[in-house]
């Protein structure tokens, strides 16, 4: 029998995914933030020079963060670090794994660095989290090697309306496929500008083939289970946390209401005296082109 | 036969999933009094730190040790298996496991998500290789006496069983295949 290791399969990729179900991915800038979420309960943290809340009022191009601060946050906590790169931006992509980074988010977030295409990320050894705003660009992202799904939203706003939509929207055009007879998969397919068997895959299962978290948005740890009772996996929660007044208690509660989603007397009791919530942005006052979800083709 | 799975965070969907279809009755476990009744607890892989996290502030450290002495059986996959150990080597000083089972279990022993892999094992008692998934994983470093070594992986253990605890250190849920569940209901829980 060949006991050699294989790493980088796609089953390890995706399994990791499961194993971050139910919980709360919270982006930090600093390994003290870091070690405050890894104490608070969050399954992984997100690295990063800014939150996004940061990046939109700095205007300008957003790129992959130092590595300084990755390596420093990578070292400073035993959960999963997740790190963000550009669209398109495989060398970023290859820096951070060479950093140790145990999931890339090719994401909207930054500026992106190609306008036609996404990064080949079969080529990689550590799995990638991609944005989808609905069905068929989750499936080219599924396409293109992503091994898990966060629904866009509009990051950096602390307004959930949109990562509603982009929930809303995936479940719905899944129950459309699902529903679909098997010769309307291929015009499915056309239609939702996806491949044809991963198109398949969702009419027989009736979901996606990869876990799906919710993102961009979410402030409050109603948010959090609202997303959760609407059907996704586990919740990314950006500026949400550190642009809040008590970022400890935050933190702690939007852990547990994701755990507790469908218990309202558990979201009640964590959402007392949390202090101030981010300030929050409406998304028509947001310029067209100011706006992340847009990013990705 | 009633058989719960501990659904704080991580992947307890997948085993319950495993589980119903071996025709036990199962139940997702979110609170404390969820584990009135239990034949057995399935602690599934997440993030420890987040599981013990939200197990301490809903009690249910003594809830299942309270079980246990009662003849609740446990199996731990990966963050559950480092949970029911007696001692955790690189444990974060305010990590406690539940003690439940005399092994030392050695966090995120491999590496990082780039050195998590797959690997056949041979895995006592249930014939063919069965296929390893292994996930930032443990590895149990030592074993206590009684406690039997049903499979290692370069050799290392990964598996092992005793009284009415077992502990894998890789993902059966995750493979499709069923036999590590058997095994628990038919050789640990049903076995007295």
């Known amino acids: ?37 890894e104490d608070a309960g969050a399954v992984a943290v997100m690295s990063l020079e800014r939150v996004p809340a940061d990046i939109r009022a700095a205007g300008g191009v ?6 300084t601060i990755v390596e420093a946050i990578v070292g400073s906590v035993s959960i999963p670090v997740m790190a963000k790169c550009r669209i398109g931006h495989f060398v970023e992509a290859q820096v951070l794994q060479s950093l140790g980074v145990d999931y890339l988010d090719e994401s909207e977030v930054l500026t992106p660095a190609d306008e036609e295409y996404h990064i080949d990320k079969w080529d990689f050894t550590v799995p990638f989290v991609c944005g989808a705003r609905n069905l068929g660009e989750a499936l080219r992202r599924i396409g293109e090697g992503a091994a898990m799904i966060r629904t866009k939203g509009e990051p950096g706003t602390g307004n959930v309306v949109e990562a509603v939509r982009h929930m809303r929207t995936m479940l719905d055009e899944i129950a459309w496929v699902a529903g679909l007879r098997s010769e309307q998969l291929f015009g499915a397919a056309k239609d939702l500008q996806a491949p044809y068997e991963l198109v398949k895959w969702v009419h027989e299962h009736g979901t996606l083939p990869v876990v799906n978290f919710s993102a961009g948005g979410i402030a409050t740890p109603a948010d ?7 059907g996704c996996d586990g919740v990314f929660v950006g500026s949400g946390i550190f642009k809040s007044g008590d970022p400890v208690k935050r933190a702690r509660a939007i852990v547990e209401a994701t755990t507790h989603y469908n218990d309202p007397d558990v979201i009640a009791r964590v959402s007392r005296d949390l202090g101030e919530a981010m300030v929050g942005i409406n998304i028509s006052d947001i310029p067209d082109a100011e706006r992340m979800q847009e990013r990705g083709w | 036969m009633r058989v719960g799975v501990l659904a704080l965070q991580g992947a307890f969907r997948e085993h319950i999933l495993v589980l119903e279809a071996l025709a036990s009755s199962t139940v997702a476990v979110r609170l404390p009094v969820q584990l009135e009744g239990l034949d057995g607890l399935v602690i599934p892989g997440g993030e420890s730190t987040a599981i013990a996290k939200l197990m301490r502030t809903y009690g249910f450290y003594e809830a299942i040790r309270d079980a246990c002495a009662q003849g609740m059986a446990v199996w731990g996959t990966c963050a559950g298996a480092i949970l029911m150990a007696r001692e955790i080597g690189d444990a974060r000083p305010d990590q406690e496991p539940l003690g439940l089972m005399d092994i030392v279990v050695q966090r995120n022993a491999y590496g990082r998500q780039v050195d998590s892999f797959e690997a056949p094992l041979h895995f006592a008692h249930i014939g063919e290789p069965f296929p390893g998934v292994f996930i930032r994983a443990p590895y149990i470093e030592r074993v206590g006496e009684g406690v ?20 894998t250190t890789f993902h059966p849920e995750l493979t499709g295949d069923p036999r590590v569940h058997r095994y628990f209901i038919e050789r640990v829980i049903a076995a007295q």
């Open chain 2, 148 to 167: 039997e070594i049903l499979a290692r992986h370069d050799g290392r253990i990964v598996a092992a069983h005793g009284g009415r605890m077992l502990a």
């Open chain 1, 224 to 230: 959090a289970a609202l997303m959760m009772q609407l």
């Open chain 1, 62 to 67: 957003a790129r992959m963060a130092d590595p």
């Open chain 1, 1 to 37: 029998m060949n006991e050699n290791p294989t790493t980088g399969t796609l089953r390890v990729k995706t399994g990791l995914a499961e194993m971050l179900k139910g919980g709360v991915i919270m982006d930090v800038v600093t390994p003290e933030q870091a070690k405050i979420a």
